[in-house]
């Protein structure tokens, strides 16, 4: 049978092929170099000023970054942040028409680890990139993805944002960075206007330079660096995760992780609109540009990038759910030019569904990994309850069968006074429930009453949960134990939702 | 050495569930694919006691498994529902009388009466007609539209409190990608919906008890239950874009299983941003039938095949939605533009 139940009323517009020779749209005189969208032909100058002007639209829009704001760039090498990087010089560079006006600051985290790279490839990578951060005289922190196993708990906690800025204090923001601007400018001896380049201080920027490559490299007291350290625990973590839809999941939150960690360490207040961490806000400027734009940019006017393998580098487009649909993505959009930018419309229209909440107070439960409000909590006519009710109907019945969701839980509490030996903080009695609290590494089960549905699908993808960051293990376990505390007094609250876990 | 059914641990295994990886016997799968039909109506709250069922049958797997299925779970649970099978005859030689026959048959098997509403006797069009008229490219924006009001009106005469529709877990979650690929917001935040209340005079409410069930599964249940379906693909070939959507639902299941699952819980989870601006639920000055414009889909539809200008209904054509209802003629160069159909 016909699948079409629904019609749709709008035809797609199919791609119409370009003609040759196209004159510029926009200034009517240039011969077009490339044509964005179905019609729209620039010439080189035209295209230019096309992607300068949307991305300072795009910060200046929003009124995401406030002018004195530090903001860190994580880089990763690739077209797109390479892309980004040059936005910012170029909109930072004293002849900009309309400069931006926050402080800078490069990240680049490397993760040679999980791709089987040799410290020598790794290294030749970060000398690379190296060259291109040092020509722009920002100051920049590389990371080794291996540091993730130094985390504290506390970044898997959101901090409550700054008091948050008045409307108005946006302008006032303004006025108060132009007027310190200049005060510098005058106060700089010799060279004049030319030495003078926004906030920075040039011996300050140089010691954070130094010091940040001494976290990475060479250790002030003789430990080894945390990629020799925690090679072989970030190799066991990888090999313990099976599918590469999970891996490349797992990847991208420690990622995530790594960059809150040095971004709130080292004083930025926006990393790159992710509002989810509260004071370190995540910005994506890139996300308004096609692919194809961005490399015809970086072609066109020499931004530079360097190829840094990754962990899909020689996997097949269907090896995971994210080169899937990424080729998915691609081949429509070949067919059918608006595909991208009707997926990135749709996208803003929507958010996701918050469980009913109290106004005011956001206290819904937090994911331990992505830090999202936690899905999982869904009416009995959902998806996630209805594949809880396969799992279960697959398996031996139990006798009198518990509820899907509520089962497999108590047999962990129920092991109580069994405790090998207390670290993980608290120990017996103290602060940590009623009961012993055994710190051995969460079951899987545990873990996953922690987590989103989307976190969910990752731990279940990993054949041990042992060999997660000690942050992560740490942290689960002390809101396991909170949440069997909670269970055990749950008949004397008066108030359901008083004191639901956010970190 | 046999594998053991996980859920019985003494029969073999025959089969693997492709939405959950357990092995299962025979048995313990019916079991397990009624039981979760049973659930989703239950945990749904999809019928009442003494309701009329009306099952839109197409004699394909979804609506044959989803009328077995309803017949049995009605007397183990007591539903005390009246069942009854509901098919739209569209007019396609070949396609549609074979299927027809196994609607018929299914009627003799199941002992569940059937009434058949024909696009012939509600439109006055088959769609051979239409197809002539049309041509291969828009025809299933024709057969869509045609065939959701057609299925209301045979409810309407019989009627029916409700309708079932054989909407799997596969349809559901293409569809969700579909919304999403062409950007139709209100679409995408109905489309998870498992059932629809009355939205006006002449619709009757809808609900889809197969929500959860994966395709596969469907054809398992229908494959060890011996069920007599009609599988072919319609003569008129089906939605390219769809297609495509398709393909890749297909390609994510094979690296994850539970993609399918998993893209039901992100539809279900998305609600759209407050100050985005939806399309007002009017109803069709002509017929009644609701629509966001002054004439519902099927009359423009049917306008234009009656005026020989079968472009008006298939592009965005909103302003001569008044020309049309006043009867009055079209400009050449309006006509000109609605006439030309590449085929
Ligand atoms: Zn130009
Ligand atoms: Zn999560
Ligand atoms: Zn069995
Ligand atoms: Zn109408």
Redesign the pocket.
Known sequence: MCQVDEEYSDQLEKRTAPTVFQ????????T?VLIIRAGDA??????K?YFIHKFRAMLGKNRLIFPGEKVLLAISGGPASSSMLSQVQEGLSQDAPKKLRFIPGIIYIDEGGVCGMSLEERDRSIAQLESIFRATGYPFHIVRLEQVFDLPTSVLGAVPPAPQRPESGYKAAVDQFIQNDRARASCSPGEGGGERDGERDPAVWDAQVRLSRLETRDAPDGTPPPVVRHGEDLERLFSSVRTLTAKEDMLQTLRHHLLVHTARTQGYTKGFSDPRHGDVVIVRPMRDYSSKEIAFYNKMFGVPSVFVPGLDTKASDKASIQLLTESFVTKLQADFPSTVSTIYRTSEKLRAARPSQNAGSETSAKCLLCVCAVDTKAEEASAFHATLVSERLSQKRVPGGALPGTSARDDAAGQCCSSSGGEGGGGCGAGGGGCCSPTRTPTTTDLKSLLCYSCRLTVKDMTAVDFLPRYIVSEAERRSRRSRMKQEISEFLLDEEEDEETC | MPILCSSCEKKRAVLKRPKTGHSLCKECFFWAFEEEVHQTIISARLFNPGETVGIGASGGKDSTVLAHVLKVLNERYNYGLKLLLLSVDEGITGYRDDSLETVKRNEQQYALPLTIVSYEELYGWTMDAIVKQVGLKNNCTFCGVFRRQALDRGAMMLNVDKICTGHNADDVAETVLMNVLRGDIARLRRCTAISTASEGEGVVPRCKPLKYAYEKEIVLYAYFNKLDYFSTECVYSPNAYRGHARTFLKDLESVRPSAIMDVIHSGENLSVREGVRMPVQGTCSRCGYISSQALCKACVLLEGLNRGLPRLGIGKHHRLHGKILAKEPLTQEEERKLKAVDF
Request: proline share 0%; with cysteine; charged share 40%.
């Open positions: 004159k510029c749209v926009k200034c009517k005189d240039g077009a620039f010439c080189r100058c035209c295209f000023e």
